[in-house]
């Protein structure tokens, strides 16, 4: 059931794909961005009533510390948040679960967040990336067998990707699949670092296969019990300790057809779709974390008095708060504004949900670290959720795509349409991060048409300085993806330190989109002089964005990156930092 209210411009924008591909094309399609997406009435309240069931049950029913000594959430908490909605949150209700939009499931998980994060990855296994690929490519049978199960918390869900050789490259997976003359596929290999391991009955597996005489991925539903499935030892890991982080083994394992999800072939596919919802997950959990940090911190600061004056009148405090609100209210703005895309229909949200998940996950420790910092002494200390939430979440920036990964797929993924148009043939390259470079091989000369780039209108005097501001971004963009992929040609797949500035900025960019689109929505709704506060978080964050993705563009021309690569090369040859001081 999609809920929001999806405009037909935004509907009409389904034509393009994807709206941050199109910015690298100079085109800002407005449509899919304005109005503001929001979900329903009837959905607003229903998103209320299992927020509100949440914080209740867990105020009684969960202890973070005692999950922590457990090294489990808890059967009875599973089965309670089952109860009350929690574990089907987006599965539709002829199947048992609350049918939320992806707006309604990130605003209920960032609720999840902002109680704890152990509870939010196991949640988070589960249904962002456990049993999605069911609901999203599941036939009409293996949803009616599977969902109402899982979306009720009587059994819990699993994804196993990731393996001892593939890891960011998660192509290279080496189980294997094989066909058997009864049309079942026998599977063989191993999984690593597989959360809800042990506890899972239902999992998402993936393996090569071969279909049609090539190699390919198949992603099968491996369910507990199946001959030859076995969980391996836990990882004794830093921080989500309540998470029961598994090995798998698959030892002929013989998986029926009816269990095959998709297409056999489609495997690798089917997984990078299932992770695309899972970071803007991670992206909404990260706001919901940090908004619990940040008012933590406000209370603290208020109260807290030295020198004879609240912390909170220190300008170095304020800068500290200040900034955090404003770049959480331009981080929420991007994952809200990813999830209208997805429930409006489009079809290529992967750069934005990838986005989300580096912003997200990257803020949250900054905020994490400066909470702390602010807390002073006694944020130090055990009594203090500050040391759980930094072991916790330090994983985020590594899990579900490294971010250095993410980077080079965003920045590669957008110039891969632009690679396109320069050559002027529509080249069939399978990926943006193997064969970008044979696209730029094809890109002779000064382009021949002139490039008029949109610009961006927001309906509102205050906020058309920051929409020029944008659209120049947006040309600026276009400019120097072009010079890049001249430049580079095929060496782009590898220049890391300008696909880092060209992803940074991106987000950038569609941030700056998210706050003008969500703050115009304000200003019809409250009028502009009632939202004063909006307005002064939309002209920091807008101009501090601009400054850094002005300052990013210049340094693709002028940077030390040849510098920093030979220290790291000499240090690599050294072995060791190896400079002398006085006593060597
Ligand atoms: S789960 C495991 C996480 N693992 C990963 O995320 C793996 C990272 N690696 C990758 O994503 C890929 O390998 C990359 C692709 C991006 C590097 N959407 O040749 P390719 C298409 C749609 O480029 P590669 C975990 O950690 C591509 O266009 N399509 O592939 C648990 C091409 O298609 P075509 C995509 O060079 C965490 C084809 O695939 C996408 O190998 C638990 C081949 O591509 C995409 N994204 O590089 C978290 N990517 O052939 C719980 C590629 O048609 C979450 N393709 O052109 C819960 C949240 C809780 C929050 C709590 C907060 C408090």
């Known amino acids: 059931m999609a809920v929001t209210d999806a405009t037909e411009e935004q509907q009409a924008g389904q034509a393009v794909s994807s709206f941050s591909k199109s910015l690298f094309l100079g085109e800002i399609h407005q449509e899919m961005v304005l109005p503001w997406p929001k979900p329903k009435p009837d959905e607003q309240e229903r998103i209320r009533g299992l927020i509100n069931a949440l914080r209740g049950f867990c105020e009684e029913h969960y202890d973070q510390r005692k999950v922590e000594e457990e090294r489990w959430v808890g059967d009875d908490v599973i089965r309670g948040l089952g109860e009350i909605g929690i574990l089907g949150l987006y599965v539709p209700e002829e199947y048992g679960g609350q049918g939320l939009s992806q707006t309604g499931y990130s605003r209920v998980f960032e609720a999840i967040g902002q109680i704890d994060g152990t509870l939010a990855i196991v949640l988070g296994v589960h249904q962002s990336i456990g049993y999605k690929g069911i609901s999203i490519f599941g036939s009409p049978e293996q949803k009616e067998r599977f969902l109402p199960d899982l979306a009720s918390g009587r059994k819990l869900a699993a994804f196993a990707l990731t393996e001892p050789q593939a890891g960011s490259d998660a192509y290279n997976v080496q189980s294997r699949a094989v066909k058997q003359s009864d049309g079942s596929w026998l599977l063989n290999g191993e999984k690593r670092y597989i959360g809800n391991g042990s506890k899972a009955e239902v999992l998402t597996v993936f393996a090569r296969a071969e279909v049609d005489g090539k190699d390919r991925h198949i992603a099968l539903i491996v369910e507990k019990g199946m001959k030859g499935f076995e969980v391996g030892e836990r990882y004794d890991t830093m921080g989500l300790r309540g998470n029961d982080l598994r090995r798998l083994y698959f030892k002929d394992v013989r998986v029926p057809a009816e269990n095959v999800l998709g297409e056999p072939g489609e495997g690798f596919r089917i997984a990078m779709q299932i992770l695309n919802n899972g970071r803007i997950g991670l ?137 396109e148009e320069l050559s002027g043939v529509k080249l069939e390259l399978s990926d943006p991060i193997r064969t970008i470079g044979v696209l730029a091989d094809y890109v002779g000369g000064r382009i021949q048409r002139e490039v008029r780039p949109d610009r961006l209108s927001v309906g509102h005097d205050e906020l058309k300085k920051h929409a020029e501001v944008v659209s120049d971004q947006v040309k600026r963009l276009r400019d120097v993806s072009e010079s890049l992929l001249r430049k580079h040609k095929k060496g782009i797949v590898t220049a890391q330190f300008q696909q880092k500035r060209i992803a940074d900025s991106l987000a950038d960019i569609y941030g700056q989109v998210a706050v003008l689109s969500r703050v115009a929505s304000i200003f019809d709704d409250q009028g502009v002089e009632a939202s004063g506060q909006e307005r002064l978080i939309a002209d920091s964050f807008c101009s501090r964005a601009a400054e850094r993705v002005n300052g990013r563009f210049d340094q693709i021309e002028h940077n030390d990156d040849e510098r920093m690569s030979s220290i790291a090369k000499l240090a690599y040859k050294r072995g060791e930092y190896g400079y002398a001081l006085f006593e060597n």
């Open 283 to 419: 992206g909404t959990g990260s706001v919901g974390a940090a908004k619990f940090l940040l008012d933590r911190t406000i209370d603290h600061v208020k109260d807290r008095h030295q020198f004879g004056q609240p912390l909170a009148d220190f300008e170095l405090v304020q800068d500290k708060v200040g900034w955090m609100v404003s770049y959480l209210f331009g981080l929420e703005s991007m994952c809200y504004l990813t999830c209208g895309l997805v429930d409006a229909g489009v079809p290529d949200y992967s750069l934005e949900s990838a986005m989300c998940k580096v912003s997200g996950t990257e803020f949250l420790w900054y905020a994490a670290n400066r909470s702390m910092q602010l807390r002073g002494g006694e944020g130090y200390m055990r009594t203090e959720p500050y040391e759980k939430v930094l072991r916790d979440i330090r994983i985020f920036p590594i899990f579900e795509g490294a971010n250095d990964v993410m980077r080079a797929f965003i920045a590669l993924g957008g110039l891969k349409p632009l690679g």
